[in-house]
């Protein structure tokens, strides 16, 4: 058997370009992390190799007695990382990731065409949650269910609590989704919970971006008031990519929940589980528990503060006027510029963020924000005092975009590039592979 080199040096090479790029460049994206060496190790395992359709005990191939072993333990560790009474609280571990858990959780509770109710997507919500515009159904969620998004009040950045209220009580939604991809306050689960017992609702939350906060207790617990709480594994909480399907084990609305959410994920939507995955998850989960991991959740908190404090300083508009978790949305439309183009001039900086909708805007492809999150260099080291530079450098950026009007002038990004000269910080052995 031949190393990745001498097998396919063609791919080796891709890998290593993107390895470099990685290493290279102030990586901003609020959905990104760097997993561990450990994780990493075990998603290039044989666990790859096995198929195990069912659950532990309940399999439909043979030799699954470590497989079975693998994914009990790291339904254990879930549990614990996440604080749950195991006598309370089931964990599906198998979701390939946060899209397909979330839709299995969909086809799980509800019927064909049933109404949901989740963050819009320009608002700040996920696809997955019945994204649609006026003229297309855009995601299965809202192609197999009735959508109807509610808002985040513009003069605040904050969810409009009232509204959906309101609209919950006309529209009769079966499932309220809290979560999101892009905002950068807690959701009020009281407030929630109260919507959606007064309808007779689900109440699910995606805490995809902040499942590592949540496991840290670094933000309000979702659990508390919730009766099926989604995730993807690889984002705050720094694991492989996948995902996780926490439900209650007691009926909720008539429903068994663990029965009807297992078997939507297989065999309802899937088949063998990414015992590599598992595996991988494991790990992190395992990590999720030390003191490090919340320290290192509290520094992904306060980094992002100092960001968006030194932003402010600088005169941005925030959405919400700040952040209480990882992330950051910057209104840049006062400044008469939008995210496509300063997502641009910062990559040629190799500051990697990504554009994003504000509340009011008109084009997604056109957005007129810049989402920053502070988990993946966090994971690198950075403390305030970086973050706090990061924001002195997109500056820079922004000023060199509104000067060059986009990509017109050539040297004022020539200009900006030898401003942006980076600390030298290693990865040491954070990033492997
Ligand atoms: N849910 C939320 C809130 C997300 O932000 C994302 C991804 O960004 C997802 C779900 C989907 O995860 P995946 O890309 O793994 O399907």
Not at 56 to 72: A, T, V
Request: charged letters at 20%.
């Amino acid at each position: 058997d031949h190393g990745l080199s001498e097998a396919d040096p063609e791919v080796r090479a891709i890998i290593n370009k993107e390895k470099e790029r990685q290493f290279k460049s102030l990586e901003l994206i609020a959905s990104e992390n760097f997993t561990s060496r450990a994780v990493m190790e075990v998603v290039g395992s044989c666990l790859t190799n096995k198929y195990s359709e069912g659950l532990p005990g309940k399999r439909y191939y043979g030799g699954n007695e470590y497989i079975d072993e693998l994914e009990i333990l790291c339904q254990k560790r879930a549990l614990a990382a996440f604080h749950l009474d195991e006598n309370k609280w089931g964990v599906n571990v198998q979701p390939l990731s946060g899209s397909p858990a979330n839709f299995e959780v969909y086809t799980a509770i509800l019927n064909p065409h049933d109404r949901i109710m989740g963050l819009d997507l320009p608002h700040g919500g996920h696809l997955s949650h019945g994204f649609m515009t006026p003229k297309r159904r855009v995601s299965g969620t809202s192609i197999y269910f009735e959508s109807m998004p509610y808002r985040l009040d513009e003069s605040t950045g904050l969810v409009d609590y009232d509204m959906l209220e309101k609209t919950a009580t006309l529209f009769r939604p079966k499932l309220i989704i809290c979560g999101a991809s892009a905002y950068p306050r807690d959701f009020d689960y009281p407030r929630m919970r109260k919507i959606a017992d007064a309808v007779g609702a689900f109440l699910m939350m995606d805490m995809a971006h902040i499942s590592g906060l949540v496991a840290a207790s670094v933000v309000a617990d979702p659990f508390e008031y919730c009766d099926i709480v989604t995730t993807t594994t690889h984002k705050s909480l720094r694991g492989p990519r996948g995902g996780m399907i926490f439900f209650k084990k007691d009926p909720v609305l008539g429903v068994d929940l663990e029965s009807a959410i297992n078997n939507a994920v297989f065999p309802g939507l899937q088949g063998g589980p990414h015992n590599h995955t598992i595996g991988g998850l494991a790990v992190c989960l395992q990590h999720a528990q030390s003191p490090e991991f919340k320290a290192y959740q509290n520094q992904v908190v306060s980094n992002c503060r100092a960001l968006a404090r030194r932003l402010v300083e600088l005169g941005y508009t925030l959405v919400s006027g700040g952040s209480d978790n990882h992330l950051v949305l910057v209104d840049l439309r006062p400044l008469g510029i939008d995210g496509a183009r300063v997502e641009k001039i910062l990559d040629m900086a190799s500051i990697t963020l990504n554009k994003n909708s504000v509340p009011g805007d008109k084009s997604a492809l056109v957005p007129g924000g810049i989402r920053i999150g502070s988990p993946a260099m966090t994971t690198r080291g950075f403390t305030e005092k970086e973050f706090t530079a990061i924001a002195d450098f997109i500056h820079e950026g922004v000023q060199i975009t509104i000067e060059a009007k986009g990509l017109a002038s050539g040297s004022k990004v020539q200009e900006f590039l030898k401003f942006v000269s980076y600390p030298d910080f290693s990865l040491t052995d954070k990033v492997s592979n």
